[in-house]
C-alpha cells in the first residue's frame, strides 16, 4: 500500500520565546496583547532590555515616557536598554 | 257634581239596607271589570262610589289580583300545561308548534278579563274616580304579571324549554335561508330536490311562512303576557349559543390563514334580524313587523333596547366561543404562525373584550409542557416553536405580557439543555436549517443593540404610556425592558450574553478549524452583524481570530514561496500548510495526544523554522490532532483518491504503509494514544476497506479484495461518532473549570474568614472574578448547587446557610 498526501493542513498557536508568562507592567499575557492593543502578535510586539526582561513593547514605552530621570527597567532597576 | 252624586249615594241606603246594598254594589262592580269589553255603566259608577264611601274601593285591587291568582292555580295554569304536554311525541314538529302558540294563545284568552279588569281599575285609579286611589295601572299590571309569572313558571316542566327551544330554532333556520344568507349544508340537497332548506319538510308541505307567522303570533302573545323574556331568552341564548359554535366548528376550526371577524359580523347582523321577528312587539310596541319575510326588518327593529342589549349579547357570545376555540388551539396557531396571522388578530379582538387572559394563558402554558417541553423533541424545534411565538404573541399582545408568561416554562426548559446555546449560534449563522429566520433576523435591517435595551429610556412620548396589564409579573425590569426582540430574548435565556457569546466563539473556532482554505468571508460577515447586536467589545475575540485566518493565509504564502525558491532535492516531501492561532483568544482547545509519524513531524518542524524566521523571537507549538489530510491511497487492486480524513486517520494509515500488519497495542505505542481511541479511529478505515481486524487485535491491509469500488471520489470522512465537533471543549466541561476556578476562590475565602453565608460568596466572587473571556455570569443557585456538591464531597461544611471549610486533621 502507498500513501500519498496531497495536502497536510495543521493547527498550531504561536507563541513568543520569552522567559515568563505575562507582561511585568501590565500584567497581561505575552500571547495577549497590552490593555491598550486589540490584536496580538505583529500589532503589539514584545521587546526585549539587555537585562534580558522583556515587556509588551507599548507597556515598556509608556513607562520609559513617564520616567523624567532615569530610564530604568521596572523589574531590575537597571538603566534600560534595548537589547539589538 | 260628582260629589253631589257620592253624598246622594251615601245618604240613600240608610242603616238596615246598607250592608246588602254595599254587597250588591261589589258583586256588579267586580263583575264589570272582569267581563271583558265592557265599559262602567251608570248604575256601576253609583256602586263604585258606594264601595269607595265604605273604605272598599283599595280592596278593589286586592281583589282583583286574589281572584286571578286563584283562578290561575286552579284551572288555567293546568290546562296550559296539560295543552301544551297532552300531545307528546306523536306529533309532527310543525304540529307541536302550533300546540305551543294555541297554549299560550289560551293562557292569554283565560286572563285576558282579569288583565283588562286591571287596567281598567288602574285606569281608574289614576284618574282618581269617586275618590279611588291606588297604585295605578302600571303598578297593578306588574303585580300581576309577577303573579302570573310566579305561578305558571315557578317550576316549569322542561316540555316548555324544549318547544320553545324547538320553534325557536326552527323558525330561525326558516328565517335563515330565507333571508338567503345561510349556505349552510342544508343547501346541498337543493330546495327543488326534497326538503325545504327552511322547515326541512318536503317541499310540498313547507310551512316556513307559516311558522314565520306563529312566530309573530307567539311574540304578540307572549308580549302581551310579559312573559316574552321570561320564556325566549334562554331558548334564544342556548339557540345563538349552539349556532355561533356550530358555525365557527365548521368554517373556523383548523382555518387560520383568513380573517372571519368581518363574516361573522354580516351574519350576526342577519340574525340579529331573526331576533327582532322574536322580540319584535315587545321593543317595538304595538305596530308589528311587517311579517313579509322578504322585507328585510332590521331597520326598523335594530332600534329598540331590547334588540341593542341583545347584539351585545351575541358579540360577547361570539367573542366568548371565538376565544375559547383559539385558545384550544393556540398551540397549532403558534406552529404555522406567519400564515396564520389573521388567526391572531381575531383572537386579539375578541380576547381584548373578554376577560380569558388567563385562561388563555393557563392553556398555552400547559399545552408548551404536554407538546413541546419533553425529551422527545429536538432542541432545534423548541426553538422553532419558542420563536414563533415570540412573532405570534407579540401580534397578540403588544404589552408583551402573555410571551413572558407563557413562554416562562420554555425558556426553564432550554435553559435545561446542553445544546441550546449551540444551536442558537448555528440558527444565527445559517447553519441549521430548522432555524433559518434566526439569520435573516440577525441580518434585520435595524437591529436593537442589547445595550440601548438597557438603558433607562422611558419611551419616547409619555401620551403613549399604559400601565402593564394586570397579569404581568412583577419584576425589575419595566414594561420598556420586556423586549420582544426575538435574539435579544433567545440571548438572554441563560440571562448572560457572555454565555453566548462563549459558545459563540466554540462555533466560530470549530467553524474555522475545519475550513481548508482560508475563506472567512461569511463568518466575518457574522461577527460583523452580532457586533451590532453584542457591542465591539464582546465580540473582540473572534475578531481576532478571524484576523489570524487572514495571517495564517498570508504566513502560508510566504512560506510557499520561500520552499519553491529551494532546489529540487529540498523540496520539502510534505505540502504542509497551517493555521496558526493566537493561544489567547481562542476557546479552549481539546488537547489529545497524538506522536504523528516522523515525515509529518520533519515537515512541521520545517515549518516551524521557517516561522520562527519569518516572525522573530516567535515559535509554534503544534497541535498534531487538528487539522485535516487530503491523501490518495494506493492499494495493489485499486486506488482510493481524494480523501479527506483527520490527522488522527492519516497518521494510522501512514504507519500501515511501512508494515502492512499492525496490533493495536504496538500502534497505541506507536502514536501515543489510549488504545480505546485508537480502536475506535481504526473503524473508519475499516469501513473503507483498507483495513482488516484479524484475532488478537490485529489489524491488516487488505491490498485486495475489497469489492466496494470507492474510486475516484473525493470524499470527506468524517467519524461516525462526534467528530465533527470535537475539536473544541463542550459547554458543560468549560464551565466545570470554570467552577473549579472558583472553588480555588472559594477556598481561599473561606480560610480567611472562617464562615460566610452564600449570598456572601456570591457577591464576593463577582466582585473578585470580574473580568476576561472565561467568566461567566454565575446566578446564586448555580453556585448553591456547587457547593452542595461540594458539602456532598466532605470538602465543605454547611450549618443554618453558613458554609465554613471543615476543620483540617
Not at chain 2, 316549569?156 to 326558516?174: G, H, I, K, M, N
Not at chain 2, 343547501?187 to 318536503?202: H, I, S, T, Y
Request: charge should be negative.
Amino acid at each position: 500500500m502507498k500513501v500519498k498526501i496531497r495536502q497536510w493542513s495543521g493547527v498550531a498557536s504561536w507563541s513568543w520565546v520569552a522567559n515568563d508568562e505575562n507582561c511585568g507592567i501590565c500584567r497581561m499575557p505575552f500571547n495577549g496583547c497590552c490593555p491598550d492593543c486589540k490584536v496580538p502578535g505583529d500589532d503589539c510586539p514584545l521587546v526585549w532590555g539587555q537585562c534580558s526582561h522583556c515587556f509588551h513593547m507599548h507597556c515598556i514605552l509608556k513607562w520609559l515616557n513617564s520616567q523624567q530621570v532615569q530610564q530604568q527597567c521596572p523589574m531590575c532597576r537597571q538603566e534600560w536598554k534595548f537589547k539589538e | 257634581m260628582e260629589e253631589m252624586v257620592v253624598e246622594l249615594n251615601s245618604g240613600e241606603p240608610s242603616a238596615p239596607g246598607s250592608d246588602q246594598g254595599v254587597a250588591k254594589a261589589w258583586e256588579s262592580v267586580t263583575a264589570a271589570l272582569v267581563s271583558p269589553g265592557s265599559s262602567l255603566s251608570e248604575q256601576d259608577r253609583l256602586n263604585l262610589a258606594l264601595l269607595c264611601s265604605h273604605g272598599l274601593g283599595r280592596l278593589l285591587g286586592v281583589w282583583l289580583l286574589e281572584s286571578l291568582q286563584v283562578r290561575l292555580s286552579s284551572s288555567v295554569v293546568p290546562e296550559f300545561w296539560s295543552g301544551l304536554e297532552q300531545p307528546q311525541d306523536q306529533l309532527e314538529e310543525r304540529d307541536r308548534a302550533g300546540v305551543l302558540l294555541s297554549a299560550f294563545q289560551t293562557l292569554l284568552d283565560r286572563l285576558d278579563p282579569f288583565l283588562s279588569g286591571l287596567e281598567q281599575l288602574g285606569a281608574w285609579q289614576a284618574e282618581g274616580r269617586c275618590g279611588l286611589s291606588g297604585p295605578g295601572p302600571g303598578a297593578l299590571q306588574d303585580r300581576a304579571f309577577t303573579t302570573i309569572r310566579a305561578l305558571l313558571l315557578f317550576s316549569p316542566p322542561t316540555v316548555l324549554q324544549q318547544r320553545v327551544l324547538e320553534f325557536y330554532s326552527r323558525t330561525f333556520s326558516v328565517y335563515m335561508s330565507r333571508e338567503g344568507g345561510e349556505d349552510g349544508p342544508e343547501v346541498l340537497e337543493g330546495p327543488d330536490g326534497g326538503a325545504c332548506p327552511g322547515c326541512r319538510a318536503p317541499a310540498l308541505h313547507c310551512w316556513c311562512p307559516e311558522a314565520l307567522q306563529r312566530l309573530q303570533q307567539l311574540s304578540l302573545a307572549l308580549s302581551r303576557l310579559q312573559l316574552l323574556e321570561w320564556v325566549s331568552a334562554e331558548a334564544v341564548t342556548a339557540i345563538l349559543h349552539r349556532l355561533i359554535e356550530q358555525r365557527m366548528e365548521q368554517h373556523c376550526r383548523g382555518e387560520y390563514e383568513r380573517s372571519f371577524l368581518l363574516d361573522f359580523q354580516e351574519w350576526l347582523e342577519l340574525v340579529l334580524g331573526w331576533l327582532g321577528k322574536v322580540f319584535a312587539t315587545e321593543g317595538g310596541g304595538a305596530a308589528p313587523v311587517p311579517m313579509d319575510p322578504s322585507v328585510p326588518s332590521t331597520p326598523s327593529a335594530c332600534g329598540s333596547p331590547v334588540l341593542k342589549q341583545w347584539r351585545c349579547h351575541m358579540h360577547q357570545f361570539f367573542c366568548r366561543i371565538y376565544v375559547n376555540m383559539r385558545i384550544e388551539e393556540l398551540f397549532s396557531i403558534i406552529r404555522d404562525f406567519p400564515e396564520s396571522k389573521p388567526a391572531i388578530e381575531d383572537l386579539k379582538f375578541c380576547l381584548e373584550r373578554t376577560n380569558q387572559r388567563q385562561q388563555l394563558l393557563t392553556s398555552l402554558k400547559s399545552a408548551f409542557e404536554s407538546r413541546l417541553l419533553h425529551p422527545g423533541v429536538h432542541t432545534s424545534d423548541i426553538l422553532t416553536v419558542y420563536i414563533s411565538a415570540i412573532k405570534a404573541l407579540r401580534e397578540l399582545d403588544p404589552s408583551m405580557v402573555i410571551l413572558q408568561v407563557a413562554c416562562q416554562p420554555i425558556r426553564k426548559y432550554l435553559r435545561t439543555r446542553e445544546d441550546t446555546v449551540r444551536q442558537i449560534v448555528a440558527g444565527l449563522t445559517g447553519d441549521a436549517e430548522a432555524c433559518s429566520d434566526l439569520a435573516s433576523e440577525l441580518s434585520r435591517g435595524d437591529p436593537v443593540t442589547l445595550e440601548m435595551q438597557d438603558s433607562d429610556d422611558e419611551g419616547n412620548d409619555p401620551e403613549d404610556w399604559a400601565p402593564d396589564p394586570t397579569d404581568a409579573v412583577p419584576d425589575k425590569l419595566g414594561s420598556k425592558r420586556r423586549s420582544s426582540d426575538i435574539i435579544s430574548l433567545l440571548v438572554s435565556i441563560y440571562g448572560s450574553k457572555e454565555i453566548f457569546i462563549d459558545e459563540y466563539r466554540t462555533v466560530l473556532a470549530d467553524r474555522l478549524l475545519h475550513q481548508l482554505n482560508y475563506n472567512t468571508a461569511r463568518e466575518i460577515r457574522n461577527v460583523e452583524l452580532l457586533k451590532l447586536r453584542f457591542g465591539e467589545s464582546h465580540m473582540h475575540y473572534c475578531e481576532v481570530m478571524l484576523k489570524d485566518m487572514a495571517d495564517s493565509r498570508r504566513i502560508n504564502s510566504h512560506i510557499r514561496e520561500e520552499e519553491s525558491k529551494l532546489s529540487e532535492e529540498e523540496q520539502p516531501p510534505l505540502a504542509l500548510s497551517a493555521i496558526v492561532l493566537s493561544s489567547e483568544f481562542w476557546p479552549t482547545l481539546k488537547e489529545e495526544k497524538l506522536e504523528l509519524p516522523a515525515a509529518v513531524c520533519h515537515a512541521m518542524e520545517a515549518y516551524t523554522r521557517r516561522y520562527e524566521k519569518l516572525k522573530a523571537m516567535r515559535t509554534l507549538s503544534w497541535k498534531p490532532h487538528l487539522g485535516s489530510v487530503t491523501l490518495d491511497l494506493e492499494l495493489e487492486d485499486r486506488t482510493l483518491t481524494n480523501l479527506t480524513v483527520s490527522p488522527f486517520h492519516a497518521a494510522i494509515i501512514l504507519h500501515f504503509q511501512e508494515k502492512s500488519s499492525w496490533t493495536l497495542e504496538e500502534l497505541s505505542v506507536k502514536l501515543g494514544a489510549p488504545k480505546e481511541l485508537l480502536h475506535r479511529k481504526l473503524a473508519l478505515w475499516q469501513q473503507q476497506g483498507v483495513l482488516r481486524e484479524e484475532a488478537a487485535g490485529r489489524y491488516v491491509v487488505m491490498e485486495t479484495g475489497a469489492t466496494r469500488d470507492r474510486l475516484d471520489r473525493g470524499v470527506m470522512l468524517i467519524d461516525s461518532d462526534e467528530e465533527r465537533d470535537s475539536n473544541t471543549t463542550t459547554q458543560s466541561e468549560q464551565r466545570e473549570e470554570k467552577l473549579q476556578l472558583f472553588w480555588a476562590y472559594i477556598q481561599a475565602m473561606l480560610t480567611n474568614l472562617d464562615s460566610m453565608t452564600l449570598e456572601r460568596i456570591h457577591t464576593m466572587l463577582r466582585m473578585f472574578v470580574a473580568t476576561g473571556p472565561v467568566v461567566t455570569e454565575m446566578d446564586v443557585n448555580e453556585l448553591e448547587a456547587f457547593l452542595q456538591r461540594k458539602v456532598r464531597e466532605h470538602q465543605l461544611i454547611v450549618s443554618t446557610g453558613i458554609y465554613r471549610l471543615p476543620k483540617t486533621s
